[in-house]
């Protein structure tokens, strides 16, 4: 009787299989098509697709019912390190990481299915995620390993160091996928190193092309730095990846390296099948207070004055917010938003110019913003439908100090912050002009946005809370408190029917949706209780 | 049976050894630029606890108890916060992941235990200045590691500075520091108003971490001049006259500070960047907060939290309130909010000036 209850289930579970497509048969196998238009069901590229948006067209959860979000599962991954990735998700799985660790976990009950752990040397200080080719994963670590793993069971398919954690590099970043290429970027401020990008062969390991951010280490009066630890998106028509590339190297001293010190702190787009540059944009020439440009390199299509234009957005560290044309790299718009006090104006190619007196000195420069700048690593959205590119704001004041006994090597200097906050800012693209601005906190959030087609802006304040903006006007409309501030960009996905919002805070990941029926409540309807 | 479970513990822990092993040429680059490990005395190398220790105990915790954080902990100075029936009971029984050596008993146990409790033989090359065993080179090599993974991108590699951390060597923390019991607190708890986390650490952890701090504070003070960071000597660029003339017209800081009150003798209390930091902004200003209540009583306090949805003070009795914001009316009255409305209006030499007129206030 047993026997034969379970296998009328399992014809059921049979039929139910087969009914629900081809994708659920290509279990944990990334289609690479997929890529270049990502299904609800996924999210299978760091920024969710290609464009660096972080837009959803999923509307289930809308302006009018999100009072009602609530808590779907959390995943404790039970150790300190705090979740600054953003998920992957593809056929049912979620992917994601801390330093040393990737967990993959169900996305509809949140429960562990397998778990790596591979201790290392090297910097620590967070980590964004892996990538996906087919049945691969692909997973940075501290001690600059590109490791290939199996997404069915973490297992390892290849292993290789694509930099020198003993000359001081590390890496945090989740690789690119483009075609058959898993393009990876490399970290290290504490040395002068040259930044680069790497290309990998998916199935062998075997480096396809390496493209230098800088000239080799003891060129004379050439700068060293331009790491490229975030990221980049990638327009398929063009066939150019873009990628935001560090600060230069010595950070804070900048007489070693005279001139703009290409191509750091800038904006760069790349051949992705030759490693090739089509073009450099830099938005910081000379920059001597740490303002990476790493920020994501958001890919707009849509009308700029009148204009039909092919368009990447990037609100920089630097406190400038820079609308290029991607086709060119040509400047239609540089506009700080927020407090900035270190140009002397912006010259013609739409380059703030550096003012020589706000460089690091003995006695100490009073800057804005601070290191850590007017935004970071969390990703900002772009929402078409508004035109409103939202980000993560950190208005700051700090000063820097540099004096000779400090050396050209490395950090070559010393700043402190000295004060600043969390502020959403949802900027009109067009004229860089703030619509609405929402306040976070002091010190600064940290938290990535999200925004929806229902007109929904996702993001976290800076005391641990959630929060659902309504893009139209940044006002709150539901929030959870999740015990510390959000360090990572939110995700969301839909499966089964049901749209998800996912966050994280500390160690641990939380899914959020609408309330289902219960299978005990569904029975009651149906007996008309 | 029992073997055949010890065999099914070790058989992972030789899967991390393969690890280790792949990764030992690292680690013996990455020491290059510390004192490095010389041959050890004979009289503890030849003896039969170290050797015990080579057969039993190296494979994990390192040829010379340096450990191989984070997996292994550093045995180096075991004997300060564990008792030789407690190492012996370990060494039997096993603990976490470690497997049981019922063998090692008698006077291989005796040995064993003479041999770890003995001080560091490398601890002849430790940096100058070092006090104790337990800032030994080879508990500090073992702490640079930990450092590197955990501290090193705010602190800096060297421990002097880097992205958004201060400088450990001249942290008043690490120079009031002895054995551990200031830093240790500060890295447990984290600081958090400095956005510092909080690290969950072992003790032999932390005992490495400490050691590695220490001899890096202790190599840089053993070079005075050419010191890298802010000295007070750095901040003496101003003019006192202007910055007289700032604080009481165009600064505006006349409004609330007094020369003769509440800034009397400051520059005595604060010097150097300490000082320009609380010029500046004073972290931890304390505001008023008044909430009125729906039947219209009000409370006065002093703000404990604010965000969007809740307002909490904390009243004269040091009893702490709450409210949700939908709920109450607040009013907050804070007056180090003048320090941020003065920030867009100033110039290096306004900041300069008033810094050289704040430290004649002694």
């Keep these: 009787m047993k026997l034969r209850k379970d296998a009328s289930a399992l014809a059921i579970m049979a039929i139910l299989f087969l009914a629900a497509g081809p994708i659920h048969l290509a279990a944990q196998n990334l289609d690479p098509a997929n890529l270049l238009k990502p299904p609800a069901d996924s999210w299978p590229l760091y920024h969710g697709d290609y464009s660096g948006k972080r837009h959803s067209s999923l509307s289930q959860i809308t302006p009018q019912n999100v009072a009602n979000l609530s808590l779907a599962w959390a995943f404790q991954t039970n150790q300190g390190a705090q979740i600054k990735s953003s998920p992957l998700l593809v056929d049912g799985v979620l992917f994601f990481t801390v330093p040393d660790n990737i967990w993959a976990v169900d996305a509809r009950s949140g429960h562990q299915i397998w778990h790596y752990n591979r201790p290392s040397k090297g910097e620590h200080i967070g980590h964004r995620g892996v990538a996906m080719y087919k049945g691969w994963l692909y997973f940075t670590t501290p001690d600059c390993h590109l490791i290939s793993l199996n997404a069915k069971d973490g297992s390892v398919h290849w292993d290789k160091q694509f930099a020198d954690p003993n000359q001081g590099y590390w890496s945090t970043m989740a690789p690119l996928v483009v075609g058959n290429h898993i393009i990876a970027g490399v970290s290290g401020d504490f040395d002068n190193l040259v930044g680069y990008l790497r290309s990998f062969d998916p199935e062998t390991g075997e480096t396809q092309w390496r493209w230098n951010s800088t000239p080799p280490a003891g060129t004379p009066n050439a700068t060293t730095g331009g790491m490229t630890w975030m990221t980049g998106t990638y327009d398929p028509e063009l066939n150019l990846i873009y990628w935001g590339t560090g600060n230069p190297t010595p950070v804070l001293n900048g007489q070693t390296r005279p001139g703009d010190d290409p191509y750091t702190c800038s904006i760069v787009a790349i051949n992705p099948d030759t490693g090739k540059l089509a073009w450099g944009f830099q938005v910081s020439p000379h920059d001597t207070h740490d303002w990476d440009a790493v920020e994501t390199p958001v890919l707009v299509d849509a009308d700029f004055h009148g204009k039909p234009r092919k368009m990447l957005m990037q609100s920089s560290r630097n406190g400038f917010f820079f609308v290029l044309d991607r086709v060119t790299g040509q400047s239609l718009l540089t506009v700080p938003y927020g407090p900035v006090n270190w140009n002397l104006g912006i010259d013609k190619q739409g380059r703030p110019i550096p003012d020589p007196a706000k460089e690091p000195a003995p006695d100490g420069r009073f800057i804005a913003p601070d290191e850590g700048g007017m935004t970071n690593y969390r990703a900002p959205s772009f929402d078409p439908k508004t035109g409103l590119f939202i980000v993560d704001a950190h208005p700051s004041y700090s000063i820097y100090f540099a004096k000779p006994a400090d050396g050209t090597y490395g950090w070559a200097g010393a700043d402190y912050g000295l004060w600043g906050k969390g502020v959403i800012e949802a900027i009109d693209y067009q004229t860089g002009k703030i619509r609405w601005s929402h306040e976070l906190g002091p010190g600064g959030s940290g938290a990535g946005v999200l925004t929806t087609d229902s007109g929904l802006t996702i993001t976290g304040d800076a005391f641990g809370s959630v929060l659902a903006l309504n893009t139209s006007d940044g006002k709150t409309l539901w929030h959870a408190g999740m015990g510390d501030p959000m360090q990572s960009s939110p995700i969301t996905y839909q499966l089964d029917g049901r749209q998800y919002i996912l966050t994280s805070s500390g160690g641990v990941l939380f899914a959020w949706a609408l309330p289902q029926p219960t299978p005990a409540s569904l029975h009651s309807q149906a007996r008309g209780n | ?362």
């Design chain 2, 1 to 362: 049976m029992k073997r055949l479970r010890d065999v099914a513990i070790l058989t992972p822990l030789i899967a991390c050894l393969a690890f280790y092993l792949a990764q030992a040429p690292i680690q013996a680059a990455s020491k290059a630029a510390t004192p490095t490990q010389t041959a050890q005395p004979a009289s503890t190398q030849d003896s039969p606890g170290s050797k015990s220790y080579s057969t039993n105990c190296a494979i994990c915790h390192g040829d010379n108890r340096e450990g191989i954080l984070p997996a292994f902990p550093p045995l180096l100075g075991i004997q300060h916060h564990l008792t030789d029936p407690q190492i012996s009971e370990i060494i039997q029984k096993g603990k976490d992941r470690m497997p049981g050596f019922p063998d090692i008993k008698g006077d291989e146990m005796s040995s064993l235990l003479h041999y770890l409790a003995s001080a560091d033989p490398s601890a002849a090359t430790a940096v100058p200045g070092a006090k104790s065993t337990s800032q030994s080179s080879g508990l500090a090599d073992a702490g640079g590691a930990l450092f590197l993974q955990n501290c090193a991108f705010c602190h800096g590699r060297d421990t002097m500075g880097g992205e958004s951390g201060p400088d450990l060597t001249r942290s008043k923390v690490v120079l009031a520091d002895v054995n551990g019991d200031q830093i240790s607190q500060v890295v447990h708890e984290g600081r958090p108003e400095k956005k510092m986390p909080a690290f969950n650490f072992s003790a032999p952890e932390m005992q490495s971490l400490v050691a590695f701090i220490h001899a890096r504070a202790a190599l840089a003070a053993s070079n005075p001049g050419g010191r890298r960071g802010v000295d007070v000597s750095d901040l003496q660029t101003g003019n006192a006259e202007a910055g007289k003339q700032y604080f009481t017209g165009a600064g505006g800081c006349s409004q609330c500070h007094s020369p003769t009150g509440d800034l009397a003798g400051v520059a005595k209390r604060f010097e150097g960047l300490e000082l320009e930091q609380r010029m500046l902004y004073p972290r931890g200003a304390r505001s008023k907060v008044t909430v009125t209540l729906p039947s219209g009583q009000q409370m006065n306090g002093t703000l404990a939290y604010l965000d969007e949805f809740v307002v909490a003070l904390r009243d004269a009795k040091g009893t702490y309130h709450s409210w949700q914001i939908a709920n109450v009316k607040y009013n907050v009255n804070s007056p180090v909010e003048a320090h941020v409305n003065q920030f867009s209006k100033y110039t290096d030499a306004d900041i300069h000036n008033l810094m050289a007129y704040l430290q004649t206030l002694r």
